[in-house]
Each structure stands twice: as structure tokens, then as C-alpha cells.
């Protein structure tokens, strides 16, 4: 060749039609990122509605659902989910249902329903009110509501993907303490078919004169963990298979399913305030696999897992959903809150957030213990400068946390107040543009890939009737306010986002 001739590139243009064949083999994340590199790209997705509804999902921390497209055009999830998406971002909620309790009762949410158990001894009845879901085309006047009547129960956890109910009771019998549990179907109220007996009982590892003052349930699969908080302060949780009943104790402050193979357990060993990462695979040989640090402050405090309501799964999604939060980007949250707080001096909470998808990959070559500047630099922590007493939440449900403010005013003669509630979100989506981060996150790690939103708004009070917000819980399409108890009556508001899709009808399953 000689050394002067001259080397021609020549570019070639792609049509639009190859490139749009190429652009629908594309899964929305990568879709987003091919439309925020090349300008036709993303003009092309903007133009065709199937291309677009895949942006969207992106842009949402969501994966298409499982139902046909023979059902629910990609046109009509498109403007399904960008009303959807509209209202979770302006906290613009689109229906009210209000739930009235007659107290005594336990009241609580699980697996898309309200329950509410009565005691009427020697018996118990269970009713559960399912949620509306515009995701699912069960507008409010479509919703199941359920009552049984069974032995005596103080406790119940519903999981929708599985049918199961699993009811709990705790019982004393010459001077041991037990708890009994059922594992029932959630629409014959029979054995579950998949349990190894309808009744499992075990007795209770408190110490003389601690007395059980609350139990919890979690399950995961085919794992479940009954979690017990004794008078002392103290804190235990089995771990069980519900399958074949393998049982084994912990003893970690809280607990949190990543999935049916790993746990995590929130604990102080050694004076230091640690994560433990642990194998559950098989319940008669749980390992711990890593130690994470917590800072240094976290010692002395008392550490939760905030639940994540999101699926953690495809396999775990709902079959009816037209799309789901992606659990890639569910964000796992640590709470810390001091164990003592007086009225002179004031210590503050601080909630840790971080991807979950971090503690996914045991296999990476960290050591055993894992430092605090190692891990910390995925995470980020928000300091609240409110009085704990004064917060309800935070419940997770994807990439968003949400909690109520509880504020009272008073007037100048202090002769009146008035109460107000505010709901909040933090959302972490997971194509937010960068931002200044707001007030009040103290630590901020360089590889936290996490960028914060923040919004507020007041809850109208006829919403609450003026009454504060007791607790709150959040699901993929609704959140519940339960309210203080006034009269003898506990009042459960259900707030419902999205717009239900014109062809319910035809897409019900």
C-alpha cells in the first residue's frame, strides 16, 4: 500500500425498521441506557408504545407482569403505569376505603389483605379484607373478604404467592410457655397441602419471669421465622422449614430473608454492632457465611430490618400483576434507634439504606468481618431530627420508603392543640438524575448508587379524623393508616394509587 493513500471509513446508517427490531430484543434497563446515549434512539422509543412502555418500567424500578398481551396491549400498561407512576410521585392517591374495627382485636397486613382477629373464647374469628390493586384490575369493588372461625390465635401472616396462612398462638400449660401454629390454605381454610402437619407446637426459651410481649412472622418460601420479644428485652427467633419442620434458635436482634438460601441478623457480638450474613439452606446446620460492621454508634441502640413489601423474586411476583417492582432494585433498610432517650438530651435515629442485591454475591473475596469503611462506601445513612416517638414507619416497598410525622400544635394559651400527620417518601428509583442529596444524610458512600427524592404531603384530616396515625403499612399499590382506637373502635384507611384499567373485566384471571 503506498504511504500516501489515504484510509476511508465509511459509515453505515441502520433503518429504522432494523433498528427497532434490535431495540425490542432489549430488557427496559438497558433499553434506558441505549436512549440516554444516542438522541434516536430515544426518539424512536418515544414514538412506538411498546418501545416506550419498556422506558417507563425502567424508569420506575418495574418488569412487565405475566399476563398476555392478547389481554392488556402494551398501549394500555403504558398508560396504566404512567398514571401509576404519577401518583406514587405526587402522593396523589385516587380511591379511600375505610375499614371500622370493633376492639378488642389484633389488626394487621400481610400478603395483600388486612386481617383482623377476634377473641371469643374458647374460639377465635379471622377476617381478611383484600387490598385493591389497579396493577392486578381488582378495583375496590372487586376485593375478597374472607372470614373463618378457629381455635384461639394471636397472630397471622398471609403469603398470596403460596395460598398460606399461618396463624400463631402463644399459651401457658403447667408452667411452661408455648406457641402453637396452623398452616392452612388460604381459601379452604384446611391443612395447607404442602405442610407436613396442620399443627406445629414448641416451647418457648424464656428465662423465669420473662414473659413474651410480642411475636412476629416472616416467611420466605418454604422458610418461616417466628420471632419472639420477651419482657427483659430481650430477643429470639426460630427458624423453621414449614415443609418438614426443621427448627433452630437465634438469637439476633432482628432478623431479614434475602431469599430461602440467606438471612440476615442484626446484633451487637463483642461489644461492636454487626450484620451477620447466614446459610439457611438446610435449618439443622445454619452457618454464619460474612460479618458485616455497623458504625461504631450503633453499638448501643436498638437495630431493625425495615421490611420490603416488594416481591423478592420473579418466581414470587403475583401471576395477574402487569408489571411488579423489580426485586433487583429492591433497597434494603437498617433502622437504629437509642435504647434510652430522655427529655434532656436528644438522640437521634438513623436509618441505613442500601441496595440488597450487595449482600446477594457471598462468593466475593471479602474476609469474614467486614469492616464499616469497607461495606460503608454502599451505603448511605439519614439521620431523622425528629423525636422517635413522634414517626410511624418507615415501611419499604421496592425502591421507596415511606413514614408518617406525627406534629402537635399549640395554640398561644395552650389551652388547645390540634394534631397533623404528614406522609413522606424517600424514592430511590433507579434512574434518577444526580442531585444535591438533602438534609440530613450524614454518611454518603462514593459507590452507594442510590440517589434520594424526598417529598411530603400533609394528610388531609378527614382522611384520619383528626386522630394520629398509629402505624402504617405499604404495598405495591396501597398504603394503610391504622389510626389510634377512639370509642371502642380501631379505624384502618386504606389508600389506593393508580387508575384501574378500563378492561378489568376481560383480564381477570
Not at 374472607?146 to 384461639?152: A, D, Q, R, Y
Not at 401457658?172 to 381454610?189: A, E, T
Request: aromatic fraction near 10%; glycine fraction near 4%; hydrophobic fraction near 40%.
Amino acid at each position: 500500500m503506498s504511504p500516501h493513500r489515504k484510509t476511508t471509513i465509511r459509515h453505515f446508517r441502520i433503518s429504522n425498521d432494523v433498528l427497532l427490531s434490535i431495540l425490542e430484543y432489549l430488557d427496559p434497563p438497558s433499553l434506558w441506557r441505549a436512549c440516554k446515549a444516542f438522541r434516536r434512539i430515544y426518539s424512536l422509543t418515544m414514538e412506538y408504545q411498546s418501545l416506550r412502555y419498556k422506558h417507563e418500567l425502567a424508569v420506575s424500578g418495574m418488569k412487565d407482569g405475566a399476563v398476555a398481551y392478547s389481554k392488556a396491549p402494551p398501549i394500555s400498561r403504558l398508560h396504566l403505569l404512567l398514571d401509576y407512576r404519577k401518583d406514587w410521585l405526587e402522593l396523589s392517591w385516587n380511591h379511600e376505603h375505610r375499614l371500622q374495627i370493633s376492639l378488642p382485636a389484633q389488626v394487621g397486613s400481610s400478603g395483600g389483605f388486612v386481617h383482623q382477629i377476634h377473641s371469643h373464647e374458647p374460639f377465635s374469628t379471622l377476617e381478611l379484607s383484600e387490598l385493591p390493586s389497579c396493577r392486578k384490575n381488582r378495583p375496590p369493588a372487586l376485593t375478597r373478604h374472607l372470614k373463618f372461625t378457629t381455635s384461639v390465635i394471636d397472630r397471622v401472616i398471609v403469603d398470596l404467592a403460596q395460598v398460606l396462612v399461618v396463624t400463631g398462638r402463644v399459651f401457658s400449660q403447667q408452667g411452661r410457655i408455648g406457641i402453637q401454629l396452623h398452616f392452612r390454605d388460604l381459601w379452604s381454610f384446611a391443612k395447607h397441602p404442602r405442610a407436613r402437619a396442620l399443627t406445629y407446637e414448641f416451647s418457648s426459651p424464656s428465662s423465669a419471669g420473662a414473659a413474651i410481649v410480642r411475636m412476629t412472622f416472616l416467611v420466605c418460601g418454604s422458610k418461616l421465622a417466628i420471632s419472639l420479644e420477651f419482657s427483659d428485652g430481650r430477643n429470639k427467633h426460630l427458624i423453621m422449614n414449614w415443609l418438614n419442620f426443621d427448627a433452630r434458635w437465634l438469637d439476633d436482634q432482628d432478623i431479614h430473608f434475602l431469599d430461602e438460601t440467606y438471612l440476615l441478623g442484626a446484633s451487637t457480638r463483642s461489644g461492636s454492632a454487626v450484620v451477620s450474613l447466614y446459610n439457611v439452606s438446610k435449618i439443622t446446620s445454619i452457618s454464619v457465611v460474612r460479618e458485616f460492621e455497623l458504625p461504631p454508634t450503633w453499638s448501643n441502640t436498638i437495630m431493625k430490618f425495615l421490611p420490603n413489601s416488594s416481591p423478592r423474586s420473579d418466581i414470587s411476583q403475583p401471576s395477574d400483576a402487569l408489571f411488579y417492582a423489580a426485586p433487583e432494585t429492591r433497597v434494603l433498610a437498617i433502622s437504629s434507634t437509642p435504647t434510652a432517650i430522655s427529655h434532656s438530651e436528644f438522640y437521634p435515629m438513623n436509618w441505613l439504606f442500601l441496595k440488597e442485591s450487595y449482600f446477594r454475591f457471598p462468593s466475593r473475596k471479602d474476609g469474614f468481618r467486614v469492616s464499616w469503611g469497607q461495606w460503608g462506601q454502599y451505603s448511605l445513612i439519614k439521620e431523622i431530627d425528629v423525636h422517635p416517638s413522634a414517626i410511624r414507619g418507615p415501611c419499604v416497598v421496592g425502591t421507596k420508603v415511606f413514614y408518617v410525622e406525627n406534629t402537635v400544635h399549640s395554640t398561644r394559651s395552650h389551652a388547645h392543640s390540634s394534631r397533623s400527620s404528614r406522609l413522606r417518601v424517600i424514592d430511590f428509583s433507579p434512574f434518577a438524575e444526580p442531585v444535591e442529596y438533602p438534609r440530613g444524610w450524614t454518611s454518603v458512600g462514593p459507590r452507594a448508587s442510590l440517589i434520594p427524592v424526598e417529598s411530603r404531603r400533609s394528610i388531609p384530616t378527614s382522611s384520619v379524623d383528626g386522630l394520629p396515625v398509629k402505624d402504617i403499612i405499604a404495598t405495591e399499590d396501597n398504603i394503610v393508616l391504622f389510626l389510634e382506637p377512639r370509642q371502642g373502635h380501631s379505624s384502618v384507611n386504606v389508600l389506593t394509587f393508580g387508575t384501574p384499567f378500563e378492561g378489568a373485566s376481560r383480564i381477570r384471571h
